[in-house]
């Protein structure tokens, strides 16, 4: 069975609503494709820094999502630790009814003339002017794009979410430790959940451990060293076994943006399918936000003007031609950007889970306010409105 859509968007997390939503607001209509039954909401929770409240007010959704999320103090921005779930919830209300197919997985992809063909596990085939990839580190269209499998940074992370039955006591702050090859971070949501996280680096004898719920939990709390107080053990002890995920830390080696094919004739990418990243500028997410934001404006100001031509096929030839400038201009905005926080990302972890003396003294003693200064300064970006007006 062919189906004819006008916008397809692979992925129905983060990027992918975004991404959707932002095209919705402009008046584009586009068909979310997710391989799950259900929202996903793996992670939990992450960090919302000033640059995600922009693109989220440019949605429509940022005061939404302030009444449900307490702002940090000490940050020097507007810092918010905000539930995967709810963020999700939220994209998905504003949708219309029917936006997000679920259970659909992409197996292959082929060009057809101007449009692209989309082939799901149900013998499905999606017929579409525009195809976006917002599936992840293992993005399909990534791969048919010509971009590699992400690397693996040599690290690893647990995530967790602690639901306290009353108030945990911690306080809107932020708390995090790093040194001696691990890094830790505990932020609340709100009064009553904290979600925190544990990077290091692995060893072969950690397998065991990491498929292993109560073994997981152990290791983390055996790990806690200068993170190790009444409060941060509380957090750990009243986190379920299922409230915890482990997971290889992966970033896309920040030149492939450069010289890849982040677009190419109607297809594109975004998310982590485009500028995956180790977790240290709390950047992830936010960026997600961008690029839906900023595709969403490229691509909208292509799709609503009037192609112009004499026949059917000089008329679908022009639209083609301004869709790939649009997505070209998402590309040129979006690659730049990318490159700076992977690498950042990557150069910050590095330096904070160091276990090595020398690094360790520098970092203790000469770039503390250097590298909070990178991060304040990624997070000052503004990706603009939906509207170039």
Known sequence: MEVVEEVVIVGGGIAGLTTALGLHRLGVRSLVLESSDSLRTTGFAFMTWTNAWKALDALGIGDSLRQQHQQLQGEGHEVRCVKRKELLETLEKELPSGTIRFSSKVVSIESSGHQTLVHLADDTTLRTKVLIGCDGVNSVVAKWLGFKKPAFSGRSAFRGYADFKGSHGFGPKFLQYFGEGVKYGFL???????????????????????????????????????????????????????????????????????????????????????????????????????????????????????????????????????????LKKYAKERKWRGFGLISTAYMIGFIQQSDRKVINFFRDKMLGGFLAGLLMKRAAFDCGKLTSS
């Open 188 to 326: 609340p949501c709100d009064d009553h959940t904290v979600y925190w996280f544990f990077t290091y680096t692995p060893s072969p004898q950690d397998k065991d451990m990491e498929e292993e719920p109560v073994k997981r939990k152990q290791y983390a709390l055996s790990k806690l060293g200068k993170a190790s107080t009444d409060q941060t053990k509380a957090v750990l002890e009243t986190t379920e076994l299922n409230g915890i995920v482990c997971s290889p830390l992966r970033f896309r080696r920040p030149w492939e943006l450069l010289w890849g094919n982040i677009s190419k004739g109607n297809v594109c990418i975004a998310g982590d399918a485009l500028h995956p990243m180790t977790p240290d500028l709390g950047q992830g997410g936010c960026s997600a936000i961008e690029d839906g934001v900023v595709l969403a404006r490229c691509l909208g100001e292509a799709l609503k003007k009037k192609p112009s031509g004499e026949t059917k096929e000089k008329i679908e030839e022009t639209e083609s031609t301004m869709i790939k400038m649009g």
